[in-house]
């Protein structure tokens, strides 16, 4: 159960190690809280009587308070968290550091710190923090700057200093809160916590994370996922490149899970990535004004025709789509602009435009059904008002139930007219390229909205049976297999060619007979891994040839290595390349996020460019057919070229179901099918390989 | 030649429509030119006697101005131009709008103002535009805002309304200017002009350009090519996206050519691209700072470990790398730094550093062989003083000759410190990808600088041979050729297949002799272009078919079309696709930039992933191996999968003669060599389409 909120809803904060030393974190907190907290403070501090002016007591136990704040050094930091955990308070910020993050003794005393708060059920905030803020009550639990504009956007970070920061810098660019958490070491509480709380939060519209690093993959993306259909989440995740992820692990002591991990991580859970500070506030602000695109067009009105192209091109960059205007839309336009006018998209009510005829522009694009946002662009000019402008903007906004980006570009002349605007969750902007990009945010939410959030199909399987292939496996003490293992795939209902394991020429021709035409035949052996390099696989075997090739595939064997396991030959029907396209779908499990179902083209679209996409398994028939779509090379699937189209649909069934025994079985670490050759009749898993961890069976 | 400084370095600027009447043009001009002007003012206004106190004339004839501003209506602009031209006033400004924009009348009055320049040989900047800033003598002949701070940075904008958006908002950025052009329609004086003027500039660090289009990219590559070897040039090119490219020619009535054509000329010019308004200025700024990376790596520095993982991520999506201490470095930042530094890059001097250890630890790092560049942030802290960080920063800058980019992390406490730091030209930004992304722009120039000028091979070719082919395609009255243009690439030493047309089976027989083994037979019809559909091509014929075949394929022909013209059958070495690549090297014409060479791996790699490069001819062997460089599939080339290396100089050699081949013949409107077959051993040109225009001949 999370029960978060009470970090942010305190009443009655205590601050241990409160102290007025100057330049001491002690002091800061003391002094932030005393700013603006609508509750009350009970300082907590053995050597003193008073704290500026509050009476100080010895013990956290001796308070009343339903939120701890914890200053002191890390030494005795413990013992006041088991004293407020007997005590029965359960939201505690510990601003300490000398924790995890220092290594050695520092991490035995976070393991304690988890262990209290196991024991005693707590809400734990860091260690190692800058503190908590929560503007409806004035609340600023931190060492960190005085004030924070009140807002509808929450905002968590895994670095302190850039809380700092962000609130410094924040302000002047009218961007507010509702609650900000520094997350610090998050030896209890992480960001799942904090996006289950936002998610629920009627006065967050909008959740921001700076995040280095997610705890439970799993957990977050199951809690992110539920969250993102109704509060939209941007993250700014970093160490996404090798360098930052270096970086990244040598500055929190943890290591850094794999870049495409979190891309389908936070992909699957809907959450919005920014690539920068600035991006995740223009991302944070657009969405926190509560709308989204309510068609596929965006209009563009200005006075001014190139940042109306400028813009234009960043619509083209986007997922957006410039609108194309009905044609009583541009005759009502042509009727209230002056001749020379642009009354196509983007709409030009030219240089001489008061801010009136932005308004008339506006609200006749805006009626046309086919615009869903709209980009404002205002250029200074001598008859310009940008503050009649914003007016004008803030009563459409009122009128209008769709997102408008605005583009003030001027300097000083526009701060007033900004502010007037960032008083109704309108964000302006100098550059047309960014509000662009911010007002593309929204699309990309809008589509996250969309989504269908269907649960996996649970196919008809022999579990049994598979797990007995398995525990066979294990009988041998195989770890890694190939084409022994192709039972796992019948078992779960995935095409492969007709045949089978036999163990004398005998058996070989009568399978080979009944299989028909030229067939494939492979040594099968746990100790020899590449059988073409030793000539254990021959290829096109007509019938009358099968039983010499017995012979021969065996005596290979032998020869290259006397003591191998001889598990006998398999018998392939030969599958026709010809008119197919050879696709992978594989498998391995990382450790934050589970099952990563890969899939791509095979040879050198794998190999060489590295053409493929990952999603976190479980998938659903939606998400399967997805990762088709994310690939350059699909077209070739499609029928490009001339070829008759693949079955697409055979694909998607072969992802789900070994996504649904990749889940199934745990043991399995590691799978690719490869070649799965897709035909326009169907898909047929040619060759298979496997990792297994017997532990986990 | 070019005199255009004369537009800028006036001493007595004429002011053609200079009146005092409020909201006018002609009087905003006046009052900034009254505002810093360093030079005379002469207004021109046959109904004043004294404008704004200054003595009037009637007409231009009568002053000594050697710049004229005009701001007369359109009517009699083209008098009053004349006039100039007479009384030889050679520096002509037109702010008057209803030209070449307005069509009809406009586009005739615009055609006659480019005769009277012609005739009077005069520097005219205009029409429609806004006018130009110069401001070491204080010169802002524009209807727009006061002032510009000075600078470094000169820009061109063919948008007017943008030159007043960015004076406006520069100044508060810190941004100052030497010279700025509204380019207005460019009748005269275009793009091309003023990068030739600013690079010979002395006070011009780095020249900025917002463009809709280029008038003659030829002779803008030319031009830039020569002055981005000394000046940097930024230029936010728009209309790069279709629906971009509609909007812009719909403004400013000119067709905007292929973004893959700017895109190409822009980079063989040396032209550095910015994606958006902000980052023209973010790399313009950094420019101007006139210091290049000395090294290949970058230092960071920072007193918080996330924001220095966030620009490590940046530097790893961007050209440059992180750079690697050498273990002196280490120590020595160890014994200058407290214990819980980290002192691998990024360097953390941690929270509580104050100015000075910044400095400290900058010059340890800058004393690093690897580093070349710098990127310095800081969060605010209760012992950082952003004032004393500024004076640090000014003095390693004095100290050290390699750039430093400089985020302060703050809101109003930074803007004093940006300030100090603007002055000795070291931008500031709150965002550390931003700060690192400006940093690659001078790795970006770096590159440039380091190119290669080597002028194009001259081969030693048979172009007499080449002629006579083209001649005798015009005599035959066709424009579309197919394999009876072979020769024109053995004219050009351009490695064909072995082979010849012959017009009897006998012939046919006998070359196939001579050839040796299996053979390619295709019929030659100017009048049939698609050979396979109907049977004209037969691969793999062995000696004893040949006769038969052609007999067969000439039947084929006239069944299918008795009237074509049957120019005989080719015979062809059938060369071997195994261990082969198959690429395309092709060409086409754009109206801009000229012949575009276009190169990528065939099939699939062209047709689906449309992984092309393509660069303007004439090439140099660095920029035709270049284009090597610029595909994905290039791997292919270089053995991926266990094959052998193709012949890369063979392809390079290729292309360059190509490139020779239709910049010989204009007349060549397109050809494509597709496939040329790449093998180990060589490259063989096995198809040839082209298109020729006869009149060009």
Same mark, same amino acid.
């Given at each position: 159960?999370?029960?978060?909120?009470?970090?942010?809803?305190?009443?009655?904060?205590?601050?241990?190690?409160?102290?007025?030393?100057?330049?001491?974190?002690?002091?800061a907190v003391?002094?932030?809280?005393?700013?603006?907290?609508?509750?009350?403070?009970?300082?907590?501090n053995?050597?003193?009587d008073?704290?500026?002016?509050?009476?100080?007591v010895? +013990?956290?136990?001796?308070?009343d308070?339903?939120?701890?704040?914890?200053?002191?050094?890390?030494?005795?930091?413990?013992?006041?968290?088991?004293?407020?955990?007997?005590?029965?308070?359960?939201?505690?910020?510990?601003?300490?550091?000398?924790?995890?993050?220092?290594?050695?003794?520092?991490?035995?005393?976070?393991?304690?710190?988890q262990?209290?708060?196991?024991?005693?059920?707590?809400?734990l905030v860091?260690?190692?923090?800058?503190?908590?803020?929560?503007t409806?009550?004035?609340?600023n639990? $931190?060492f960190?700057?005085?004030n924070?504009?009140?807002?509808r956007?929450?905002?968590?970070?895994?670095?302190?200093?850039l809380?700092?920061?962000i609130?410094?810098?924040?302000?002047?660019?009218g961007?507010?809160?509702?609650?900000?958490?520094s997350?610090?070491?998050?030896?209890?509480?992480?960001?799942?916590d904090?996006?289950?709380?936002?998610?629920? *939060?009627?006065?967050?519209?909008?959740?921001?994370?700076?995040?280095?690093?997610?705890? #439970?993959? $799993?957990?977050?993306?199951?809690?992110?996922?539920?969250?993102?259909r109704?509060t939209?989440?941007?993250?700014?995740?970093?160490?996404r490149t090798?360098?930052?992820a270096?970086a990244?692990?040598?500055?929190?002591?943890?290591i850094?899970?794999?870049?495409?991990?979190?891309?389908?991580?936070?992909?699957k859970a809907?959450?919005?990535r920014?690539?920068?500070?600035?991006?995740?506030?223009?991302f944070?602000?657009?969405?926190?004004?509560?709308?989204?695109?309510t068609?596929?067009?965006v209009?563009?009105? $200005?006075n001014?025709?190139?940042?109306g192209?400028i813009?234009?091109?960043?619509?083209?960059?986007?997922?957006l789509?410039?609108?194309?205007?009905e044609?009583e839309?541009?005759?009502?336009?042509?009727?209230?602009?002056?001749?020379?006018?642009?009354?196509?998209?983007?709409?030009?009510?030219?240089?001489?435009?008061?801010?009136?005829?932005?308004?008339?522009?506006?609200?006749?694009?805006?009626?046309?059904?086919?615009?869903?946002?709209?980009?404002?662009?205002?250029?200074?000019?001598?008859?310009?008002?940008?503050?009649?402008?914003?007016?004008?903007?803030?009563?459409?906004?009122?009128?209008?139930?769709?997102?408008?980006?605005?583009?003030?570009?001027?300097?000083?002349?526009?701060?007033?007219?900004s502010e007037?605007?960032?008083?109704?969750?309108?964000?302006?902007?100098?550059?047309?390229?960014?509000?662009?990009r911010?007002?593309?945010?929204l699309?990309?939410y809008?589509?996250i909205?969309? /989504?269908?959030?269907?649960?996996p199909?649970?196919?008809?399987? *022999?579990? +049994?049976?598979?797990r007995?292939?398995l525990?066979r496996?294990?009988s041998?003490?195989? #770890?890694?297999l190939?084409?022994?293992?192709?039972?796992?795939l019948d078992?779960?209902?995935?095409?492969?060619?007709?045949?089978?394991?036999?163990?004398?020429?005998?058996?070989?021709?009568?399978?080979?007979?009944?299989?028909?035409? +030229?067939v494939?035949?492979?040594v099968?052996?746990?100790?020899?891994l590449?059988?073409?390099d030793?000539?254990?696989v021959e290829?096109?075997?007509?019938l009358?040839d099968?039983?010499?090739t017995?012979?021969?595939?065996?005596?290979?064997?032998?020869?290259?290595?006397?003591?191998?396991?001889l598990?006998?030959? !398999?018998? !392939?029907?030969?599958?026709?390349?010809?008119?197919?396209?050879?696709t992978?779908?594989?498998? #391995?499990?990382d450790p934050?996020?589970?099952?990563?179902?890969?899939?791509?083209?095979?040879?050198?679209?794998?190999?060489?460019?590295?053409?493929?996409?990952?999603r976190?398994?479980?998938?659903?028939?939606?998400e399967?057919?997805?990762?088709l779509?994310?690939? +350059?090379?699909t077209?070739?699937?499609?029928?490009?070229?001339? /070829?008759?189209p693949?079955?697409?649909?055979?694909?998607?069934?072969?992802?789900?179901?070994?996504?649904q025994?990749?889940?199934?079985?745990?043991?399995?670490?590691?799978?690719?099918?490869?070649?799965?050759?897709?035909?326009?009749?169907?898909v047929?898993?040619?060759?298979i390989r496997?990792?297994?961890?017997?532990?986990?069976?």
């Open positions: 159960m999370v029960r978060v909120p009470g970090v942010f809803d305190a009443e009655r904060v205590a601050v241990v190690g409160a102290t007025e030393r100057e330049g001491s974190v002690g002091a003391m002094e932030n809280l005393l700013e603006d907290f609508g509750g009350e403070i009970r300082p907590v053995p050597g003193a008073r704290v500026f002016g509050l009476p100080c010895d +013990d956290i136990a001796e308070t308070a339903d939120l701890a704040v914890i200053v002191v050094p890390p030494t005795v930091a413990l013992d006041v968290v088991e004293s407020a955990g007997q005590a029965g308070i359960e939201n505690l910020v510990v601003i300490t550091a000398g924790f995890g993050e220092a290594g050695g003794e520092g991490a035995t005393r976070e393991r304690k710190l262990e209290l708060a196991e024991t005693y059920d707590l809400n860091g260690p190692n923090c800058l503190g908590v803020v929560s409806p009550s004035g609340l639990a $931190t960190g700057p005085r924070a504009l009140s807002g956007m929450s905002f968590m970070s895994q670095s302190g200093a809380v700092t920061a609130l410094e810098w924040a302000g002047d660019r961007h507010g809160f509702k609650d900000v958490v997350l610090g070491n998050k030896a209890v509480l992480d960001e799942t904090f996006v289950e709380t936002w998610g629920e *939060d009627p006065d967050t519209d909008v959740v921001l994370g700076y995040l280095e690093g997610i705890e #439970n993959g $799993t957990e977050f993306v199951e809690t992110a996922r539920e969250v993102t109704e939209p989440v941007v993250v700014l995740k970093s160490g090798e360098a930052g270096q990244a692990s040598s500055h929190t002591g943890a850094a899970g794999s870049e495409a991990a979190y891309e389908a991580g936070l992909e809907g959450v919005i920014a690539d920068s500070t600035e991006e995740l506030f223009d944070g602000a657009m969405l926190a004004g509560g709308r989204l695109p068609a596929d067009g209009a563009v009105v $200005t001014a025709g190139g940042p192209v813009a234009t091109d960043a619509i083209g960059d986007s997922e789509e410039l609108a194309t205007f044609d839309t541009r005759r009502t336009l042509q009727e209230s602009l002056p001749p020379t006018a642009n009354v196509y998209n983007p709409v030009d009510v030219i240089g001489d435009a008061p801010a009136e005829r932005f308004g008339d522009a506006l609200d006749v694009v805006l009626s046309d059904p086919g615009v869903g946002a709209a980009v404002v662009i205002a250029c200074p000019s001598a008859v310009l008002s940008f503050d009649r402008l914003a007016q004008t903007l803030v009563e459409a906004r009122k009128r209008e139930d769709v997102p408008i980006a605005v583009c003030l570009m001027g300097g000083a002349s526009v701060e007033g007219p007037t605007l960032s008083d109704v969750e309108t964000p302006t902007y100098f550059d047309p390229t960014r509000a662009v911010s007002l593309a945010a699309e990309r809008r589509t909205r969309k /989504r269908r959030y269907e649960p199909a649970s196919f008809d399987v *022999d579990r +049994d049976a598979a007995s292939v525990e496996v294990k041998q003490g195989d #770890n890694r190939g084409i022994e293992a192709m039972e796992l078992a779960y209902g995935i095409q492969t060619p007709e045949g089978d394991i036999v163990d004398s020429p005998g058996e070989a021709k009568e399978l080979a007979e009944r299989i028909g035409g +030229d494939v035949m492979k099968v052996s746990p100790d020899i590449h059988k073409t030793i000539g254990g290829v096109g075997v007509p009358r099968v039983e010499d017995y012979e021969a595939l065996v005596s290979r064997a032998r020869n290259y290595r006397p003591d191998a396991r598990l006998g030959v !398999q018998v !392939q029907e030969l599958i026709d390349l010809d008119d197919s396209v050879e992978i779908v594989g498998m #391995n499990r934050q996020f589970g099952p990563l179902v890969l899939f791509g083209l095979g040879g050198v679209f794998v190999e060489v460019l590295e053409d493929t996409t990952v976190i398994a479980p998938l659903s028939e939606a399967a057919a997805g990762m779509e994310d690939i +350059d090379s077209p070739l699937l499609r029928g490009a070229r001339g /070829r008759e693949v079955d697409e649909a055979g694909i998607v069934e072969t992802i789900q179901r070994l996504s025994l990749v889940v199934d079985f745990p043991a399995i670490v590691e799978l690719d099918i490869n070649p799965l050759v897709a035909t326009a009749d169907g047929v898993a040619v060759d496997l990792t297994v961890d017997h532990e986990t069976l």
